[in-house]
């Protein structure tokens, strides 16, 4: 077990399968502890955090693993291609968190169009600026979404549900999209707002770099709800120097937590958030229930959801999880 819960949380989250399966957890959030933990696992609930990636090093500590389950959507701090050779099934909690991140994204767009954090920290420090606003109403702009995955989906309907103007890009066109699809530059050039929601793998990453900014109209906006590596954050720095972003809602980033003196922290045009868009109540319930049903499945020897890797999860023997 390595997702950061505290021990008590944990133990109740477990309480119905302490007769079927030992709980244990890392004796210290490093990788001795992880690795320590990982030589009798035969389940393993990994850690959202990513401070212990289930990379190869892990892998090849865990020679017991048969199901490792990520409490999130994303993969991209566990080697598949390790996991998978060493017969290990990978599931993730696909649909937990898609309305949240969606939702995140629509405020993120007001809270730029209309400029809630910039007016706010006027206000905060005395001022009155009224007639500095100059806001924009969202069902005006052009809203640009790259990835159509459930994430992106659910965010053109919310956003298309507000009057915008809806297109988007992926690596396949969708039957039945909302919105039109676009090849991606000509999405970047027709985008009042960018809205990036495609999951972070090898073709993806640095997917939207300086070239591929430049071409987005001027004064247009960039809500990241992806992974900070598609949209990398030098790039996002200088086109928001230039002129040509006008503002960022950035809920992840190239490296979490963000370094503290890290320039975006610092940027007027910027809204930050603790990659945390997924984090709703609501969502984090729904996690939950898709790991429990998940590690309940696997003892009983019944199929699991949203396996990435193929592979069943097959226990023959005694199991800790």
Known sequence: ?????????????????????????????????????LAEADIVVGDFTGELPMDAEAV??????????????????????????????????????????????????????RKFAWTDRRMREGGWPQLDVRGRELHAQRVGIVGYGAIGAESARLFQALGCRVSYWSRTP??????????????????DVLVVAIALVPETTGLIGP??????????????????????DDAVLAALDSGRLA?????????EPLPSEHPLRSH?????????????????????????????????GKPVEHVVNGLPPLIHRKTHA
């Open 60 to 113: 090849a500590a865990a020679p017991r693993l048969v199901f490792l389950q990520q409490p999130q959507v994303g993969v991209d701090t566990c080697d598949l291609d390790a996991l998978t050779a060493a017969g290990a099934a990978v599931a993730n909690t696909a649909g937990a968190n898609t309305r949240s991140v969606a939702e995140w994204a629509v405020g993120a767009a007001f809270a730029l169009c």
């Open 1 to 37: 077990m390595l997702l950061p819960l505290p021990p008590e949380v944990i133990e109740l989250l477990f309480a119905p399968l302490k007769d079927r399966a030992e709980v244990v957890l890392p004796s210290s959030r490093d990788r001795a502890g992880q690795h320590a933990v």
């Open 174 to 191: 969708k039957d039945g999209a909302v919105g039109t699809y676009l090849e991606l530059d000509e999405l970047l050039a027709g985008s």
């Open 211 to 232: 070239e591929q900014l430049a071409l987005l109209p001027k004064d247009a906006l960039l809500v990241n709800v992806a992974r900070g590596g598609i949209v990398p």
């Open 247 to 255: 503002g960022a809602a950035l809920d992840v980033f190239e490296q």
């Open 268 to 300: 007027e045009q910027v809204l930050l958030s603790p990659h945390a868009a997924g984090a709703s109540a609501q969502a984090q319930l729904n996690v939950i229930g898709q790991v429990m049903a998940n590690i309940t499945a696997v003892l009983d």
